[in-house]
Every structure is written in structure tokens, then in C-alpha cells.
């Protein structure tokens, strides 16, 4: 279990993962220019020890390859964690010793997953408070050049229902407005933003920074409201996470955490947001944003800020939102027991495109799924989905793209809905709803089709045998490796168990 930020990074190097850049740089746009190369080209995670105009030094691209990923959560492939969680949603009532002895360890796992308190953290090493706060002392960035000033973008933001006290988790990025302040970009669909406008008048929230990665990561996973984030930051962790007291607010904050901001929010109190270059690939534009008033920050020794830069897609974030397509995939199929598997493309910016496979077994089956998804928490916002059958590998896009294009017939097999859209898709006529595209690319069935559906051409298992066989005979060198890895394999091996 990797305990902290500093664990992380430990790992990191060890593995032959980070690069210590000891130039001068300027978190001004120059941070950004450097990792947009370095993600696009699978480049290591990057700590910058002297960032212009700090003394903290900056960590980026943490998560920027699927290998990292996988080692942030001790695993092999992304989908050994949705197994483990899938393990969980599909408990049954165990038969036979084993299985209930199986059954209470996991139980077990899950009531050991809730946050622990503890005395002292780490955290609180240093503590700043009112005029000492300043927030330029942090070196955070400005990733584009219309962007409306310096944005933290890696933060876990920890609220409170104010109707059941229960805690939520999100990463949300902070517009720095001063020493003092920063916006905070709840979107409207956002569990921090219900408990924003749940509340009346103000509102205590804390904020942590450089965190260990799966706790980090659980902060953007879209969990349902209800569902504590660290809870399950702590059950994919193996290990609890220990929680300290605020210094100012009554919100406990990770002890680990290398950086936490303490403060409030006033429930009138907004402010312009942005412009911001996000995942989207365009500017947000300006938008009202609540106010996050500063009251302490509080440190470690030799703190780390850690920060990501979204933008066109590949980004670093591709690879949190690929970590959350595999680990909510059990209960996507939970939910919707006939999709085999599904993939986000990361071009497609997470909600512009979701092309899922189904076990199909009647007329139409295709379109309900599609409104199953449209009807599946945060998948909801998907903007275009295409249904393929089972035996397509829904991660290699050029197969998927033949059987949109041979066998759909866009009169017949394009679905045009329309429902709620991601608060940032700026291309509706109306922001936050408008229209959705489904594409049936399913063979269809007699009920379906107007005339008989040809078979697919398929070399006989006797002959792929038998070249398989004498292929040395031939003299033509080596077969050509089969296509595709990671993801797609590992999601196949996931699906035979
Ligand atoms: C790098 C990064 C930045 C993000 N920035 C925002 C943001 O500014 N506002 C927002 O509402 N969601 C943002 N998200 C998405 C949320 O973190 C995600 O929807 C998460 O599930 C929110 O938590 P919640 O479901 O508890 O509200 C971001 C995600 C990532 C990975
Ligand atoms: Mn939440």
C-alpha cells in the first residue's frame, strides 16, 4: 500500500517513472508546453524542483501512462481492481465453508475500508493562517494562454451534507482569485455542488493536496452521492486513510496530505470562473462560480503540489477516466447484467462517445441499452453511443467503425434522443441538454431486418489449424503478433472468469 504522496513518488523513481527536472521553470504555460510532450510521447511523471517564483516543488504527470496507473494500484492490468469490486457487488449467499470464509474476509475488507481519525497528521507540520495565508507561495499554473489566470487542478475537495453529515469527495478545479481566495467549479451535476446548495449561508470545505494515487484518484471517481469517496479510496487501498481535524474548520482532512486549504463558502457569494482550457479541448467560457475563502493552509516539511493539465485529449486525465471506465465496469453490468464490456475513447473527451457490446437476445435490444446508459449516473451525459454484439472488441476502433459501417442502416438504426448534457459541451444549442446519437451497429435478427442477415466471413478452425501448424514450411517469417494489448486483452480476460 502506497501510504502518501511521497511513497508515490518514492515508487515512482524506483521503477524508473519520474524525471527530477532541476532548471528553473515557469508554471506560467512553460510546465505545460513541456508535459503536453511528454504525455503524448508515454514520457515519465515529472517533479519539478524549482518552479519559478516558489519553493515548493511541483509534481505532474503522475498518472500519465496506463503503467502508472496500474502501479499506483499495485496491479497488473486495470481490470485485477474491477474484479475486486466486482467480487463485492455480485456477493452471493456463500455455499460451503470456503466460500463463507471468502465471503466474511471480504465483508471484512469493506467495514475496515471507512476512515480512521488519529491525533496528529503530518499535514499540520506547518500551519498558516489568516494573513499569513497566501496562496502564491504554492506554484500553481496557468496551463493555456486564455486561460483566466492560475488554476489548481488536482485537489480533493471535501464537503458535508448539511441534511446527513455525510462526506463527499471531489477534484474540481480552484481559480485563484488572490491570497485568500479561489473559485470553485462545481459543475451542475457535481455531489459537491448539492451540498453547496444544500446548505444555507456558509459552508465549511477543506481541500487536499498531494495525496497518495488511489486516494487521489477516488476524488474524480463519479461514485453516487451517498458514497463516501475515501471509503472506497480505502477498500482499493487495502487500508484505511487517517484523518486529522482541520485547524480552523470542523472537517477532518487527510493526515497525510502534503498541502490542505481550510475555509468556507458563502452561499451567495460567486464570482466570474475562467476562461479555463479544459478536457474538452476548447476554453470554458466565464461562468459564476461560489467563492472558497482561505482561512489556513497547513503543510507538510518539504511539501510537494501536485497538478495535471487537461486539455485536447490524450492528456494525463486519460488515464484517471480509463481507471474509472474499467473499475465501474461490474457495476455498469450490474446494473445492465447483457453488456459484455464498453469503451470511452479518449478522443471522445469521456462523454461525447461510449460504444458498449451486448449479449443480445431480442428486437431492439440495442436501443435499451442505449437508454439504459442515458439513464446511468454520470454515463447519463453520454452524447453518442454505439452497440456492437458481444464478439466485437469494443477497444479496437477499427473494428468497431466496420460494423458501423456495415451494418447499420441509418434510417433504420440511429436512435436521436436527447436528455441532459455535460456542463461543459459547448456545442448544443442549449448548455447542459440537448440532442444524443445512438447507433445500432448489432446484426440484426429477422424481427429487425428487412431480409436475411448474411453470414460473417470466417476462416474454418480446421484450416487456421492447419497454417498454424505448417506456417515454418512456408518460409514467410514470423506470424505477425496479434493486435491490440493491454486493455483489450486483460478486459477479455476479465470477461472468461
Ligand atoms: C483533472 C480533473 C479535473 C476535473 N475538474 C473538474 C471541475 O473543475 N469541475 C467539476 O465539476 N468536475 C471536474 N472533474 C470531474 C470530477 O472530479 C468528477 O466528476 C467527480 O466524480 C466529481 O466528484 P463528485 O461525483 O463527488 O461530485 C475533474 C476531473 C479530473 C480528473
Ligand atoms: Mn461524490
Known amino acids: 500500500m502506497i501510504r502518501d504522496l511521497r511513497e508515490w513518488v518514492a515508487l515512482l523513481e524506483?521503477?524508473?517513472?519520474?524525471?527530477?527536472?532541476?532548471?528553473?521553470?515557469?508554471?506560467?504555460?512553460?510546465?505545460?508546453?513541456?508535459?503536453?510532450?511528454?504525455?503524448?510521447?508515454?514520457?515519465?511523471?515529472?517533479?519539478?524542483?524549482?518552479p519559478k517564483g516558489s519553493e515548493i516543488p511541483l509534481l505532474i504527470n503522475q498518472f500519465g501512462t496506463e503503467r502508472r496507473m496500474c502501479l499506483a494500484f499495485g496491479v497488473t492490468s486495470l481490470d485485477e481492481i474491477a474484479a475486486r469490486v466486482g467480487e463485492i457487488?455480485?456477493?452471493?449467499?456463500?455455499?460451503?465453508?470456503?466460500?463463507?470464509?471468502?465471503?466474511?474476509?471480504?465483508?471484512?475488507?469493506?467495514?475496515?475500508?471507512?476512515?480512521?481519525?488519529?491525533?496528529?497528521?503530518?499535514?499540520?507540520?506547518?500551519?498558516?493562517?489568516?494573513?499569513?495565508?497566501?496562496?502564491?507561495?504554492?506554484?500553481?499554473?496557468?496551463?493555456?494562454?486564455?486561460?483566466?489566470?492560475?488554476?489548481i487542478t488536482l485537489p480533493a475537495v471535501i464537503t458535508?451534507?448539511?441534511?446527513?453529515?455525510?462526506?463527499?469527495?471531489?477534484?474540481?478545479?480552484?481559480?485563484?482569485?488572490g491570497p485568500r481566495a479561489t473559485a470553485m467549479h462545481w459543475q451542475l451535476h457535481k455531489d459537491g455542488r448539492a451540498d453547496y446548495l444544500f446548505t444555507e449561508g456558509r459552508m465549511e470545505v477543506a481541500v487536499a493536496l498531494g495525496l497518495d494515487p488511489i486516494t487521489a484518484y477516488s476524488a474524480s471517481a463519479p461514485l453516487p452521492k451517498h458514497i463516501d469517496e475515501l471509503m472506497v479510496a480505502g477498500f482499493l487501498r487495502g487500508e484505511p486513510i487517517e484523518m486529522v481535524k482541520g485547524v480552523t474548520v470542523d472537517v477532518a482532512v487527510p493526515a497525510h496530505a502534503e498541502i490542505v486549504l481550510e475555509g468556507t463558502i458563502e452561499k451567495s457569494e460567486v464570482v466570474?470562473?475562467?476562461?479555463?482550457?479544459?478536457?474538452?479541448?476548447?476554453?470554458?467560457?466565464?461562468?459564476?462560480?461560489?467563492?472558497?475563502?482561505?482561512?489556513?493552509?497547513?503543510?507538510?516539511?518539504?511539501?510537494?503540489?501536485?497538478?495535471?493539465?487537461?486539455?485536447?485529449?490524450?492528456?494525463?486525465?486519460?488515464?484517471?477516466?480509463?481507471?474509472t471506465e474499467r473499475i465501474f465496469l461490474p457495476a455498469v453490468r450490474m446494473t445492465v447484467p447483457e453488456i459484455v464490456d464498453y469503451d470511452l475513447p479518449v478522443a471522445g473527451a469521456f462523454h461525447n462517445l461510449c460504444i458498449v457490446s451486448i449479449k443480445k437476445a431480442f428486437p431492439g435490444h440495442a436501443h435499451k441499452v442505449m437508454h439504459a446508459i442515458w439513464g446511468l449516473g454520470m454515463l447519463s451525459?453520454?452524447?453518442?453511443?454505439?452497440?456492437?454484439?458481444?464478439?466485437?472488441?469494443?477497444?479496437d476502433y477499427a473494428e468497431v467503425m466496420f460494423y458501423v459501417g456495415?451494418?447499420?442502416?441509418?434510417?433504420?438504426?440511429?436512435?436521436?434522443?436527447?436528455?441532459?448534457?455535460?456542463?461543459?459541451?459547448?456545442?448544443?444549442?442549449?448548455?447542459?441538454?440537448?440532442?444524443?446519437?445512438?447507433?445500432?451497429?448489432?446484426?440484426?435478427?429477422?424481427?429487425?431486418?428487412?431480409?436475411?442477415?448474411p453470414p460473417e466471413i470466417v476462416m474454418s478452425d480446421e484450416?487456421?489449424?492447419?497454417?498454424?501448424?505448417?506456417?515454418?514450411?512456408?518460409?514467410?517469417?514470423?506470424?505477425?503478433?496479434?493486435?491490440?494489448?493491454?486493455?483489450?486483452?486483460?478486459?477479455?480476460?476479465?470477461?472468461?472468469?
Not at 160 to 177: A, K, S
Not at 381 to 395: A, C, F, P, S
Not at 468 to 480: F, N, Q, T
Request: charged share 30%.
Open 14 to 50: 524506483r521503477e524508473g517513472e519520474l524525471v527530477r527536472v532541476g532548471a528553473e521553470v515557469d508554471p506560467h504555460l512553460e510546465v505545460t508546453e513541456i508535459v503536453d510532450r511528454v504525455v503524448k510521447s508515454g514520457g515519465p511523471a515529472l517533479l519539478f524542483e524549482r
Open 89 to 151: 457487488l455480485e456477493m452471493q449467499p456463500p455455499e460451503g465453508l470456503a466460500a463463507k470464509v471468502r465471503g466474511l474476509r471480504t465483508l471484512k475488507s469493506i467495514a475496515g475500508s471507512r476512515p480512521r481519525t488519529v491525533k496528529h497528521g503530518a499535514c499540520q507540520e506547518i500551519v498558516l493562517r489568516g494573513d499569513d495565508v497566501d496562496l502564491s507561495r504554492l506554484p500553481i499554473q496557468t496551463a493555456w494562454p486564455q486561460d483566466g489566470g492560475p488554476f
Open 160 to 177: 458535508h451534507d448539511p441534511r446527513d453529515g455525510r462526506r463527499n469527495v471531489g477534484m474540481y478545479r480552484m481559480q485563484v482569485l
Open 272 to 323: 466570474d470562473e475562467g476562461p479555463f482550457g479544459d478536457h474538452t479541448g476548447y476554453y470554458t467560457p466565464v461562468e459564476k462560480f461560489p467563492v472558497f475563502n482561505v482561512s489556513a493552509i497547513t503543510m507538510r516539511r518539504d511539501a510537494v503540489y501536485p497538478s495535471i493539465v487537461v486539455g485536447k485529449p490524450p492528456q494525463e486525465d486519460a488515464w484517471l477516466g480509463k481507471a
Open 381 to 395: 451525459l453520454t452524447k453518442g453511443i454505439v452497440v456492437v454484439d458481444e464478439h466485437v472488441n469494443v477497444h
Open 406 to 453: 456495415a451494418n447499420v442502416d441509418p434510417k433504420r438504426d440511429v436512435v436521436i434522443s436527447e436528455g441532459p448534457l455535460d456542463h461543459l459541451d459547448h456545442a448544443p444549442t442549449l448548455q447542459f441538454f440537448g440532442g444524443k446519437i445512438g447507433i445500432d451497429a448489432t446484426a440484426k435478427g429477422p424481427l429487425e431486418g428487412t431480409r436475411e442477415w
Open 463 to 497: 484450416v487456421r489449424e492447419l497454417v498454424d501448424r505448417r506456417w515454418s514450411e512456408y518460409g514467410i517469417g514470423a506470424v505477425p503478433p496479434a493486435r491490440g494489448a493491454g486493455i483489450r486483452q486483460s478486459s477479455r480476460r476479465l470477461l472468461r472468469r
